[in-house]
Structure formats: structure tokens, C-alpha cells
């Protein structure tokens, strides 16, 4: 259920306060990956891309470093092919502690298209109680897939996000093997995070559209068609 208080809560610090957002990423790594210009606001990709309002109210106060197969960086809308990402990325670093927890989510908000997001937003990865950085100690709650946009429904906003845990949390969310799209769609990010109380720290995202490894993802997922 949507907590409206929990949201204004968070937001109330970026509003009131221009540096405490600095100060929560600072405690948290030192402010790895949170450039001057973005932190000041005078370049914000998230709005330039619309991913605020579309499924944040605000962006996040630092940079989700990522790079896939060691070769390809992402980089706020940078244009990646599926087949580039197919497999989880060989590097994932944000200001992080290593006695705090964390939750990555990474989802497809535009699907089938940006156009047309009436099954938004497809759930691609999600891990809980991550101890600090170490993504491969945490609870996986869905399995890892790579990106699958429909052929010509253009380029997709594949979004990265890191959270700040309160706790360590026992997590009642399906379970989501790599070979099912079942419970996948109309994952709700809101929601999702007023539920366990999360607070929004790191993000970043790619774009994507159709390319021919495609079809090797949908029939991983039992897809029969687009």
C-alpha cells in the first residue's frame, strides 16, 4: 500500500535542505560516483529522460557505477544492443557500507513501448539484504534476465536503482526463476519501496531496442511471440 507520508519524508531533504542529500551520499562510500554538476542539479538525466515523473518522484543523489562484460559502461541513456547485455553486468559499485543493506531493482518501464506502457514496469532483477556492495551476497528475489524489447517498439529505459535498507528484511515477494516472465510485469516501484520502508540512494540507465539475441530471451521464458 502507498504510504504518501514515507514519500514526503524523503523528498522533504532535497526541498529544504540542498546539501543533505550530499551529506546521505557522503555517508555512505564518500560520495563515490555523485559528479559536482549532477549533484548541483545543472545536468539531471533522469529528467531529461523522464524517468522523473515516470517511475520516481525524484532522481537518486548518486551514480550507480555499471559496466557489462567488462567493456561496456553505462552512463545515463547510453545505447546499449541486447546483446551487449544479456549477461548480469561484471561491475556494480555505489556509496555503500559495509554494514549497511541494500536492495537493487532493475526494471523495464517502457514495455511494450514507450509509446504504450500498459504493463509497466517489468521486473528484470531483484536483490535484497546486500551487504554492502557484494550484489552475489544478497537475497535474489528474481532471477537475472537480459534486456528483451519487441521488435520495433524503439528504444526502452532499462533502469538500475539502489536502496537503502532500515533492516535486514524477510522479503514476501515471489520468487522469480530466470526462465518464467510470470509475475514479472506491473511490478510497482512505489509501492514496492514504501512497503519495506527504502530509501532511494544510486541509480543509472541504459537504452536498448530489438536486436537478433531477442528471440533467444523469449524462448529462455517460454515467450512464444512478441
Known sequence: MFRPS????????????????????????GGIGVPWNYRRNFFNPWLQHQLVPDILFTPPPAVLQ?????????????????????????????????????????????????????LRSFQHWLVGNIPGCHVHRGT??????????????????YTYLIYLQPKEIEFDEPKISNTSAVERPFFNLMDFAAKYWLTLLAGNFYRAEYDSYVPTLYAQLGITSA
Open 140 to 157: 535474489t528475489l528474481t532471477q537475472f534476465i537480459g534486456s528483451g524489447p519487441q521488435e520495433g517498439s524503439g528504444l526502452h529505459r
Open 6 to 29: 514515507v514519500w514526503l519524508l524523503l523528498l522533504l531533504p532535497a526541498c529544504f535542505f540542498p546539501d543533505s542529500l550530499e551529506h546521505f551520499v557522503h555517508g555512505h562510500g
Open 66 to 118: 555499471m559496466v557489462y562484460n567488462n567493456s561496456y559502461p553505462v552512463n545515463f541513456g547510453t545505447v546499449l544492443t541486447p546483446t551487449q547485455v544479456q549477461s548480469k553486468p561484471t561491475f556494480l559499485r555505489w556509496p555503500c557500507r559495509g554494514d549497511s543493506l541494500y536492495t537493487l531493482v532493475f526494471l523495464d518501464p517502457d514495455v511494450p513501448s514507450r509509446e504504450n506502457m500498459t
